[in-house]
């Protein structure tokens, strides 16, 4: 990014209170802040039953739940078949989406099937690799759920199982696509923070829901469960439907913290900077309140180092997730740079910019005498420092979308159908994927390590 150009582009629509990005006007107030409307608009969009995507669910838990149940809001998109190896789930999903559907424990059934044209691939992070692998190969569109993989030498076997298939993979970060990101992004390369120097990402929680302490259902059993699939290449062991129902809460199965909530960060940050990730990661935390047999932190503290690249300066970045926070739940995602600092959600924007005190003031004034404060003064006056175009590009402006918004994850899968028509490209490739998943998973690698590691973000490996 060419950075003076963009600084001065973005200081001349300030100050001039130009006609802007997105839909609206582009002003800061100086003082005060305003808000803006963000718009998307969706064309029509007519599909006739031959046309119909069919879709397949692939791990009917929570999440993919959540992921069919926005995918079929997307015009022209029809749930043909369901696999979960707990027979309730599949129960559940033909509560949800009718009696008809085609259910199975074995996700190879699903596959083998004429009339699937592309999988959600929902399923513990253990299996994303190995399922949408098989899905690829035989010739499925797929949209895994973030984190891409388990472990870091994964992703080059999917990225060469997507080149080799030429079918399309979608990774699902499912804030990605959103408004939020989109505004964010434009706004950076405008120049509105100047130079990034800090990403401050936190996400507290309080509940134990939100500590993955999901309910565990009466007639969990080995009848009704196939553990022995459910545990795949992990190490075996005997039944045990509390790993099977909260496996975010094992290392054989997930990726804590990081796999699952750095993730999303991650690609909402290379997004907007089009970065390929850092270089360096050193984590710490514990295990500090939910002793429920898990072996992952519930407080985690992660600090990485980006190198300079041609789109962004070199910058730090400090991710913190706390699962027992007594302050009651919230998160937040901040850009902060040289001349601004960007809060960014799915739903929002909101731009800081501050007047960057450049003359001393009392504090430092007082160790001189009055006749040295009165020629410093004059002598810091003639250098004028603070100019008026400075003060006309400060204030908070707030970029919101409209009530009737679709939402990122609508966005994100609109993508992903959209490229399978042939009518656009996915957001967030196998190699995009990796790029944050990989980035997330270093805070593991280094917490289990108890020092610092390092990566190559170009090559995506560890050094």
């Known amino acids: 990014m ?27 107030a100086a003082p005060g802040s305003q808000e803006l409307l963000l718009k998307r608009e969706y064309p029509s969009q007519n599909y006739t039953a031959n046309d119909a995507i069919n879709l397949a669910l692939i791990g009917s838990g929570i999440q993919g739940i959540y992921d069919t149940s926005t995918a079929l809001q997307v015009p022209g998109v029809q749930l043909v078949a369901v696999c979960d190896l707990y027979t309730g789930r599949l129960a559940r999903a033909r509560e949800l989406w009718g009696n008809e559907l085609f259910t199975t424990r074995d996700y190879r059934e699903i596959l083998s099937r004429d009339d699937v044209d592309a999988v959600i691939v929902a399923t513990p ?68 923070i100047g130079e990034i120097v800090l990403l401050d990402m936190y996400n507290d929680r309080y509940s134990a829901e939100g500590a993955w302490q999901y309910p565990i259902p ?30 975010r809460n094992y290392k054989d199965y997930g990726t804590g913290v990081a796999g699952d909530l750095f993730v999303h960060a991650f690609s909402t940050l290379h997004y907007i900077l089009d970065s390929k990730g850092p270089n360096r990661a050193l984590s710490t935390g514990g295990l500090r309140y939910w002793n429920d047999g898990r072996d992952v932190p519930d407080v985690t503290l992660t600090f990485y180092d980006y190198p300079k690249t041609p789109t962004h300066a070199a910058f730090n970045a400090s991710f913190r997730v706390n699962f027992i926070a007594g302050s009651g739940d919230s998160g937040g995602f901040r850009l902060i740079g040289t001349e601004g600092a960007m809060e960014v959600g799915q739903n929002s924007v909101t731009l800081k910019r501050s007047k960057l005190g450049k003359i001393p003031g009392d504090y430092s004034m007082i160790a001189y005498t009055e006749a040295e404060q009165k020629e410093l003064a004059k002598a810091y006056a003639a250098m004028d420092l603070e100019k008026r175009a400075d003060a006309l590009t400060t204030g908070e402006t707030v970029w919101k979308a409209p009530y009737d918004y679709k939402g990122g994850h609508y966005d994100h899968f609109l993508s992903f159908f959209n490229a399978i028509r042939g009518q656009g490209t996915i957001i967030q490739d196998p190699t995009f994927g990796l790029r944050a998943g990989g980035a997330a998973l270093l805070a593991n690698e280094s917490y289990q390590r108890g020092m610092p590691v390092k990566w190559d973000p170009l090559q995506m490996k560890l050094v």
């Not at 060419?2 to 582009?9: C, D, G, I, Q, V």
């Not at 130009?18 to 800061?28: E, Q, R």
Request: charged share 20%.
């Open 218 to 247: 009466g007639d969990a059993n080995p009848q009704s469960v196939d553990f022995d699939t459910f545990l795949g290449n992990a190490p075996q062991q005997p039944f045990d439907a509390t790993r099977f129902f909260r496996w």
């Open 125 to 192: 992070d253990h299996w994303h690799t190995k399922i949408t692998i098989d899905a690829l190969s035989a010739g499925k569109a797929v949209y895994c759920e973030k984190p891409m993989v388990q472990k870091f030498e994964e992703g080059a076997q999917i990225i060469t199982a997507q080149k080799n298939s030429k079918a399309i993979c979608q990774i699902g970060s499912q804030g990605m696509s959103s408004l939020g990101n989109e505004k964010a992004k434009q706004l950076y390369l405008e120049g509105a």
């Open 2 to 28: 060419k950075k003076n150009k963009s600084r001065r582009s973005f200081l001349k629509k300030a100050a001039l209170g130009s006609a802007a990005l997105g839909s609206a006007p582009y002003i800061i």
